[in-house]
């Protein structure tokens, strides 16, 4: 009897297991982030563009032997903000349409078909094209001029194209909740049975294969980093992002993608929405 109990708690023990590994019983496994150190965050020096990116830690052991193209004292022609000017080299706009159809089951499926499809402007690295810490940039599927949807590969997140430009935050988050204080801003109301992002199927690509939310607004300013304005379509838009004004909670924070401008709206008011997606599978 006691071999037969001991046997039934190892066996509870190793589904236990087995569920917080993967999430959900039956559930894809989730890996966890490594942990951020000073040798995996990319310094964010100004540099030349095509100078190799430092490591937060290369640069610190660098220390006044800064490798040439990289400057310590800001240099006027290539240490600016990239809105405009030479400095860096910005995307290619994809002409082929790529990463469409039901044939298509995988993000790296649909990767595949875009390089080949769109073998120039199919990859944007930021190694080789920004003037900061910038990363490497994916197509993931294109459809028409400014549909297409681009994986950042420094966060394994992606971005879709703007998808509206007529949504109240409530639409845009999906927030169903009554006003914060008496005479608020109803998001009961304003929803209007609209959802724009969680749930969503862009480009056809099913929800079963890409999850989508709208992007808070540290995840801009992390996309910003990595190099967002210089590859997504219509960054001269202002967008919605998750994220409530702590001041104000009538307001939520907007982002004009082109400069990271940070802007708090009403709630109630009508901007853009791109969402943010992550794989499935």
């Known amino acids: 009897m006691k071999s037969a109990a001991l046997l039934l708690v190892l066996a509870f023990a190793a589904s236990c297991e087995d ?63 990239g809105i405009t000017g030479d400095a860096v080299v910005r995307a290619k706009r994809p002409i082929g349409e790529c990463g469409l159809g039901a044939n298509f089951k995988t993000l790296a499926q649909r990767l595949r078909d875009c390089a080949t499809l769109n073998p120039n402007q199919a990859e944007w690295k930021g190694a080789a094209n920004g003037t900061a810490g910038e990363g490497t940039w994916k197509l993931v599927a294109r459809a028409a001029d400014n549909q297409e949807i681009w994986l950042d590969e420094t966060t394994g997140f992606m971005w879709s194209y703007v998808i509206t430009t007529t949504s109240n935050w409530c639409q845009a988050a999906g927030n169903t909740q009554s006003p914060v204080k008496e005479g608020g801003i109803d998001c009961s109301v304003l929803h209007d049975s609209v959802t724009r992002c969680e749930g969503a199927s862009f480009l056809g690509i099913p929800a079963s294969e890409i999850a989508w939310r709208l992007p808070t607004r540290n995840d ?62």
């Open 19 to 81: 569920v917080g590994s993967r999430g959900k019983m039956g559930a894809p496994d989730i890996q966890p982030i490594e942990s951020e150190t000073a040798n995996s965050i990319r310094s964010h020096l100004h540099r030349a563009t095509g100078t190799t990116i430092l490591t937060a830690q290369g640069e610190t052991t660098a220390a006044a032997a800064l490798p040439v193209g990289y400057d310590e004292i800001p240099n006027l022609e290539q240490a600016d903000d």
């Open 220 to 281: 801009y300013l992390q996309a910003d980093v990595n190099g967002a304005r210089f590859v997504l379509p219509k960054i001269t838009t202002a967008v919605w992002t998750a994220t409530v004004s702590s001041v104000d909670r009538e307001k939520a924070w907007s982002i004009l993608p082109q400069t990271g401008e940070l802007t708090a709206q009403p709630r109630s008011a009508t901007m853009a929405v791109r969402c943010l997606g992550r794989r499935l599978k």
